[in-house]
């Protein structure tokens, strides 16, 4: 468990770090490094954190652990990234105010409609994203049922 809260912690702190270095650095919530730069930066933190923490499970135990083990881990690392992420953009909601949103985007739609929007994508993209990445980075760390078979006909 403490391998699940490390590194998705890790991934929301890195997350939050992009986020408030680029809105200091440039004050347009509609920029490029805003937009295409967070996804490309949000991914290849979940991709490697995701990794690193299914890598960490498998030295803790010792041995290659079993497909079904390594994807909940990574699923539950993006399930903490995602609720801590949410939980920050929630507080900047309410103490920086909508000036970080990229609400101008869409003028017609009330804040509250806008920011439950990006609320519903802050948190189930990236869980969408951490079960396809762990699924991916399971078939190479994981063991599988046939080399546990194998071996237990030897």
């Known amino acids: 468990m403490r391998i699940i809260l490390k590194y998705g912690l890790l991934i929301a702190l890195g997350a939050i770090a992009w986020v408030v270095v680029t809105h200091f650095l440039v004050r347009d919530p509609r920029s490029i490094l805003h937009t295409l730069g967070a996804v490309v930066v949000f991914n290849v933190l979940q991709f490697a954190g995701i990794y690193l923490g299914m890598s960490a499970r498998k030295r803790e135990a010792g041995k290659k652990l079993l497909f079904k083990e390594v994807l909940k881990t990574g699923v539950l ?78």
């Open 77 to 154: 690392i993006s399930l903490v990234y995602a609720f801590l992420t949410s939980l920050f953009f929630a507080a900047a909601l309410l103490i920086v105010g909508s000036k970080m949103m990229a609400a101008e985007g869409a003028p017609n739609e009330p804040i509250a409609q806008v920011a439950a929007k990006a609320f519903a994508g802050m948190f189930f993209l990236p869980l969408i994203f951490g079960l396809v990445y762990s699924t991916i980075i399971s078939f190479a760390v994981a063991k599988r049922f046939s080399e546990n078979a194998q071996s237990s006909q030897a």
